[in-house]
Structures are given as structure tokens and as C-alpha cells.
């Protein structure tokens, strides 16, 4: 099983900038696709942007821009470095990995807030 932990979360104002984080612990023989989703109270949990092993990544429109993703495999960590933060971008943050051991499976982590507020 793997255990993913999610960290940087917090409370920051319009137009300021965050970093989140998500370790992955556990037995695993690789994991091929790491990402962010958000959720925002009332509506369905979103894509934010995700990154391949290889490196590639996609990003949702709405953050193009302003938010990098990026990973470092020998930690088995992904990051979100989130700038020019907009209220809008208020959610609870997920770390997902696409994980394989034996058979490919998905596992979340539980979650971090984020919340954007003068």
C-alpha cells in the first residue's frame, strides 16, 4: 500500500504564492503519473496539473501560467509552486499518484487546504 502526505497548505492573500508538497511512502515498484487535484465546496474535484514520470505535464487552463508542477523521482515527491494566487483557487488540494505494484492503481492523499483571502 501506498501512503501519500500532502504539506504547504495555509491561509495567504490575493496575489500570493504557495508551495505544496506530497511524498510517497510504501510498497510500490514505480509510480508513472503524480498530480494535483482541487475541490472547492459545492463542486467536483478538478484537475490542476500532472506530471509523467518522463517529465511531461499538463496543466489546467485556468492556472496555466501560475502554477509548475514538478517531481523529483529519487524522493518519490511532487511539488505545486502556486503564484499569483486568486480567490478562486480556494480549495481543498489532493495529491494523486497512479501507482504500480503488480497491477496499476490510483491512491489519493487526504488532502490540504488552500485558501486565498485578503
Known amino acids: 500500500q501506498v501512503q501519500l502526505v500532502e504539506s504547504g497548505g495555509g491561509l495567504v492573500q490575493p496575489g500570493g504564492s504557495l508551495r505544496l508538497s506530497c511524498a510517497a511512502s510504501?510498497?510500490?515498484?514505480?509510480?508513472?503519473?503524480m498530480g494535483w487535484y482541487r475541490q472547492a465546496p459545492g463542486k467536483q474535484r478538478e484537475l490542476v496539473a500532472k506530471?509523467?514520470?518522463?517529465?511531461?505535464?499538463n496543466y489546467a487552463d485556468s492556472v496555466k501560467g501560475r502554477f509548475t508542477i514538478s517531481r523529483d523521482n529519487a524522493k518519490n515527491t511532487v511539488y505545486l509552486e502556486m503564484n499569483s494566487l486568486k480567490p478562486e483557487d480556494t480549495a481543498k488540494y489532493y495529491c494523486?499518484?497512479?501507482?504500480?505494484?503488480?497491477?496499476?492503481?490510483?491512491?489519493w492523499g487526504q488532502g490540504t487546504q488552500v485558501t486565498v483571502s485578503s
Open positions: 506530471v509523467i514520470s518522463g517529465g511531461g505535464s
Open positions: 510504501g510498497r510500490f515498484f514505480s509510480i508513472n503519473t
Open positions: 494523486n499518484a497512479e501507482v504500480y505494484y503488480g497491477e496499476h492503481y490510483d491512491t
